[in-house]
């Protein structure tokens, strides 16, 4: 089957989906059907790339599944695809997520999509826009991402890593909360920046190559160019730069914390998820590949943003009260630790950073999507409105308990190996920056630990319910509407007896609407199930997933920068060391 065109098929299924979904979608009779469709299209999406995984050889050609017809000819410019086991990961990755994000994403409500940042003064409501065309757009981000991945022609990458900004850009202003025009321009600004940087060191590869006698924007042959060390520290640059604010690295970092907390959702769990794993890729795809010298020069630079962004991440979570906020500092937090693991230049580390790369999404996605359905419950996004969450919703809770183990990489969950893979792996080659980079450790238990004891655990507060017949405790939710009852009550003062009815309606829908919070639905459980599952599956046996891995790190540190490495392949049967 290696001769399949999976890749090419991967691009063309959610293209057509986009396609379909959004004319369906046009007319409001059409809504169900549109949703069901994308959804359709997603899952199809997922079933080629699980049988493309099936098919990989890992002992096998280094890319596969490839694909290649001329495109620019005069300029070498070609539609070239191809896979390794890291790109592979990604795209598997990214075809698991987007039907999830979408069943998640039912309704505008199921997800808390419809709740302002805490303390927003901004008039503008959260947006309203149509949920089909919302799908379609996810679809056609879907094409953009494995296209990213997926390219083996830098001019093809490019094109990929610029034409994501588009569905993202619409995803976050025109489906987030009140402040999402901001953040959406937010995003866009840093992205083009860095894209415009990258494409100079584009076309400073293509005049090299030139130079060399063969004018090309093949990957695999600009990889054999030898291309002098002072050359190489500038295109490296070019590069870097883009690919440290997708990533996204200190102190490149802020546009991440406006659009995770503005965007719905699900577009950050593809944000955090999917997305910002194009930088961290493209550090191994493009950076040591092809700039093995500038690579070693320069990455006690980038180990020194690492570290920082790990401490620095990490005590901004500690301080955030906009849950979704927290969970997007913590994402920069981990992509340190992916930024140490790559730049240590060892196999173990290596391949830590990529099984990293793929848990993350893993983990982080299911906090956020059980962060989601807390929010639509409580219809608040600040920390300390909840309590006693376990409560009223015990399984909600507990998944969500699950999700923050994970996060702070607990052994038995799969962010454990990833860690800890990481940091022994870097400790041969860089003891001071690993030391440091530990300490991220225990701030990561105080920030998720804290996050737990304040939403889930202890008596029912805030906008959490008591539950029917009491434990002991009680739900303070006088305080939070007795003051809008009284507003309310005086302004319809002298108004009549008709609208005192009508307030009194609302203001009784409203107290109900804020004693149901309720348990996990079917829906709900069966979009969580197979994150869940996949947490503890790769936390005790993730040694499928790094017979992948390993001989793409192998190829990518030992071929192409020329390292002698000190680690061996990671056989990591065993889970339960200590941390």
């Known amino acids: 089957m290696s001769d399949f065109p999976f890749l090419f098929l991967l691009i063309v299924l959610p293209l057509l989906g986009a396609i379909v979904v959004a004319i369906i979608g046009r007319d409001e009779t059409g809504q169900d059907i549109a949703k069901k469709a994308a959804v359709g299209f997603a899952l199809a999406e997922l079933l080629v790339a699980v049988v493309m995984l099936v098919a990989f050889e890992p002992d096998g050609e280094r890319l596969q599944f490839t694909t290649s017809v001329s495109w620019i000819k005069s300029l ?310 909840y309590g006693g969450v376990i409560r009223v919703a015990p399984w909600l809770a507990g998944i969500t308990f699950i999700a923050g183990m994970a996060g702070l990489a607990l052994p038995g969950t799969n962010s454990f190996v990833s860690e800890f893979m990481v940091l022994l792996g870097s400790y041969g080659r860089e003891p001071v920056f690993t030391i440091i980079a530990s300490i991220g450790i225990v701030f990561a238990a105080l920030y998720v630990l804290w996050l737990i004891q304040r939403m889930l655990m202890g008596p029912a507060r805030g906008v959490v319910p008591m539950p029917e017949g009491g434990y002991g405790g009680h739900a303070d939710h006088s305080s939070s509407t007795h003051d809008a009852d009284a507003d309310e009550d005086a302004e319809v003062h002298g108004r009549g007896a008709t609208a005192v009815k009508q307030r009194a309606a609302t203001r009784t829908a409203r107290s109900v609407r804020e004693r149901v919070f309720g348990d996990l639905t079917t829906r709900e459980a069966g979009v969580l199930a197979p994150l869940v599952v996949l947490v503890f599956v790769l936390g005790f046996y993730p040694q499928p997933v790094l017979d992948i891995i390993n001989p793409a790190v192998e190829q990518t540190l030992q071929i192409d920068v020329g390292i002698d490495d000190p680690g061996a392949p990671v056989d990591s049967s065993a889970n339960g060391a200590g941390k």
């Open 76 to 385: 070498g410019v070609s539609f070239s695809l191809g896979a390794d086991g890291i790109a592979l990961l990604m795209i598997v990755l990214t075809a698991l997520l987007v039907p999830i994000v979408m069943i998640a994403s039912w309704r505008r409500e199921s997800l808390g999509d419809d709740i302002n940042e805490p303390g927003s003064d901004d008039p503008d409501r959260p947006a309203s826009g149509s949920r089909a065309r919302y799908f379609a757009w996810i679809l056609l981000l879907e094409v953009f991402m494995i296209g990213v991945f997926a390219a083996t022609d830098v001019f093809l990458f490019y094109v990929f890593f610029e034409a994501m900004l588009i569905p993202t850009y619409f995803l976050i202003g025109g489906y987030g909360s009140s402040r999402r025009r901001p953040a959406a321009m937010k995003f866009i600004i840093y992205s083009l920046v860095g894209g415009l940087v990258m494409l100079g060191s584009v076309i400073g590869l293509y005049v090299v190559s030139r130079s060399e006698g063969a004018a090309t924007f093949s990957w695999d042959a600009l990889r054999q160019m030898d291309i002098d060390s002072g050359t190489q520290t500038w295109l490296f640059l070019g590069f870097f730069i883009a690919f440290a604010i997708k990533a996204p690295l200190v102190p490149l970092h802020t546009w991440l914390p406006a659009s995770g907390a503005e965007a719905p959702i699900g577009t950050t769990v593809l944000l955090v998820g999917v997305l910002d794993k194009v930088g961290t890729f493209g550090f191994l795809r493009y950076c040591l590949p092809l700039f093995p010298d500038a690579s070693r020069d320069l990455a006690p630079l980038v180990l020194v943003l690492a570290v920082i962004g790990i401490i620095y991440a990490a005590l901004q979570a500690i301080g955030a009260d906009d849950v979704k906020r927290l969970v997007t500092y913590t994402s920069i937090a981990h992509f340190g630790y992916i930024a140490l693991g790559i730049f240590a230049f060892t196999t173990q580390a290596g391949a830590g950073a990529v099984l990293y790369m793929f848990n993350h999404g893993i983990a982080t996605g299911l906090l956020l999507l059980t962060v989601g359905m807390i929010i639509a419950r409580g219809r608040s996004r600040r920390v300390t409105d």
